[in-house]
T-cell receptor, first 114, second 121 residues
């Protein structure tokens, strides 16, 4: 069966350090992978998209890597701040018909302490 | 831009009652998605539409659930009759995905509404 796995345990990190989150998938060959941020009581918000032919993507303090051989994406928050505390979800299209359907991982909660 | 609008934000109802959740997608977006989120199962896709046509409803849990999109600016998700296990947060999302004549990749990102927290007693 198709699976998307993210660290289930919350990641507690000190302000200024780099947070690294993992997204592993099985039985997929996605053309791209997306990362979203979700704050309590709100809907997910898109952060980054990385395509299968891209090894790395950056946006401000965020960096995403995509290894299609390992079937893994890493999401990095550098110089983390308390405002980065949230749950981060990875998502990919489990189909080949390109309708934009997304399957989400369970998410990893990040807690940044001052 | 107002973003995706959902109503109501909170709904408390008794088992057996009909519940209707509403969504207004971002103007110009032609794809609409309904999700359900619970602690146990995470974010699950229930159904999605493209150009007001249902494309995939395989995520709809039972016949008690139905969804419609009568026009490009409005969609409803109905549960009849509701059960306590339907309690969850329901999200609507929209994207500017190209339709049948579109390109090979559905890479448009999804914009989520604030959700409706449903409690069935």
């Amino acid at each position: 069966s198709q699976k998307i796995e993210q660290n289930s345990e919350a990641l507690n990190i000190q302000e200024g350090k780099t947070a690294t989150l993992t997204c592993n998938y099985t039985n997929y060959s996605p053309a791209y992978l997306q990362w979203y941020r979700q704050d309590p009581g709100r809907g997910p918000v898109f952060l980054l998209l990385i395509r299968e032919n891209e090894k790395e993507k950056r946006k401000e303090r965020l960096k995403v890597t995509f290894d299609t051989t390992l079937k893994q994406s890493l999401f990095h928050i550098t110089a983390s701040q308390p405002a980065d505390s949230a749950t981060y979800l990875c998502a990919l299209d489990p189909t080949t018909d390109s309708w934009g359907k997304l399957q989400f991982g369970a998410g990893t909660q990040v807690v940044v302490t001052p | 831009d107002a973003g995706v609008i959902q109503s109501p934000r909170h709904e408390v109802t008794e088992m057996g009652q009909e519940v209707t959740l509403r969504c207004k997608p971002i103007s110009g977006h032609n794809s609409l998605f309904w999700y359900r989120q619970t602690m146990m199962r995470g974010l699950e896709l229930l159904i999605y539409f493209n150009n007001n046509v249902p494309i995939d409803d395989s995520g709809m849990p039972e016949d008690r659930f139905s969804a419609k999109m009568p026009n490009a600016s409005f969609s409803t998700l109905k549960i009849q009759p509701s059960e306590p296990r339907d309690s969850a947060v329901y999200f609507c999302a929209s994207s500017g995905l190209r339709g049948l004549a579109g390109g090979p990749f559905g890479t448009d990102t999804q914009y989520f509404g604030p959700g409706t927290r449903l409690t069935v007693l």
